[in-house]
């Protein structure tokens, strides 16, 4: 029967699916064993029970054929959360926690009202998928009441689980196609979203892990536009004065994001993300408008 480092040798045949063949195989031993990564370096000697070993070969053959590693782990660090990830929505990136670090920013360097910063203030996350951004947000501000939506209904259930398990009782997952169930009456300081944003003839759709992501989660009409346009179009309906719309998009969509953002909103910006890219652009109603 094979030791932990014997099967951490086997990491070389991921080469050809993966960039992280030996973390890769550090998360299915950690799965498997239900053990923290370090028991690996203290115990590199430990045989593998059989029906440890047999879960693990079960995990590496379907790594092998592709699968992402969240699928098979069931599970995606996003800021400093856990969250449970299935094939119902998005694993959540890396890149998206730049959303959530502009939103926590803006509203930090009080470029919408002084007395809004850690009071209680109303944020929706469109399609929150696993609840990543609804979830980071709320954990970094108590105090915020977040509306969380996807239109989904297993997505729904993913997040509310996501939720429950982290426990955070300021935020509420609902089942709405974008702001459609949203009660009209109902007006935010803040509105995040991380929409599809690819065009259907994308061609890294059929590349990596977004072979296994639905692309009801990844893919937008409009040269990948048709999404960011609906909620930009409904956005300013439900915000207060001086409340921001941000949106994460493609690299190559900043241009048109902000040429659709400004026919609405003021003060249109877009953040690059660590790779120097532009990510997430915003835009917030006129103080003055009623
Ligand atoms: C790119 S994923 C983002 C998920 C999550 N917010 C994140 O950043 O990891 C887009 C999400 O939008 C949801 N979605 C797609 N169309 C929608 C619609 N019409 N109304 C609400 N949510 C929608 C998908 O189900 C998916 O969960």
């Not at 890769?24 to 064993?33: I, T």
């Not at 590496?60 to 959360?81: N, V, Y």
Request: aromatic share 8%.
């Amino acid at each position: 029967m094979p030791t932990i480092a014997d099967l951490l040798k086997r990491a070389q045949v991921l080469d050809p699916v993966s960039d992280t063949p030996r973390l890769d195989v550090e998360v299915l031993l950690c799965h498997v064993l239900d053990k923290p990564r370090n028991y690996l370096y203290a115990w590199p000697e430990y045989v593998l029970e059989q029906q440890a070993l047999t879960q693990f070969k079960y995990l590496f053959a379907r790594r092998i054929a592709g699968e992402p590693i969240a699928h098979l782990s069931g599970q995606k660090e996003f800021w400093s959360l856990s969250l449970d990830v299935n094939a119902s929505t998005l694993i959540p990136r890396p890149e998206t926690e730049l959303l959530v670090e502009t939103a926590l920013n803006l509203f930090n360097e009080s470029k919408i009202d002084n007395s809004k910063f850690d009071s209680a203030i109303q944020v929706l996350d469109l399609g929150t998928g696993t609840g990543a951004i609804a979830l980071a947000l709320a954990s970094e501000r108590p105090n915020w009441n977040v509306l969380a939506v996807d239109s989904s209904a297993d997505a729904v259930k993913l997040a509310e689980s996501n939720r429950t398990r982290l426990d955070f009782d300021n935020v509420q997952i609902d089942q709405s196609d974008w702001f459609e169930n949203v009660n009209a009456d109902r007006r935010f300081d803040l509105i995040v979203s991380n929409p599809p944003y690819i065009a259907p003839d994308d061609r890294h759709l059929s590349e990596g892990d977004v072979r296994f992501e639905p692309r009801s989660a990844l893919v937008a009409n409009d040269a990948g536009f048709a999404d960011i346009e609906t909620i930009i179009l409904n956005a300013s309906e439900f915000l207060v004065r001086g409340g921001w719309l941000l949106l994460e998009h493609g690299s190559e969509q900043g241009e048109g994001v902000r040429e659709l953002l400004k026919a609405h909103l003021d003060d249109v910006t877009t953040w690059r993300d660590v790779a120097g890219l532009e990510r997430v652009s915003g835009g917030r109603v006129p103080i003055g408008e009623v």
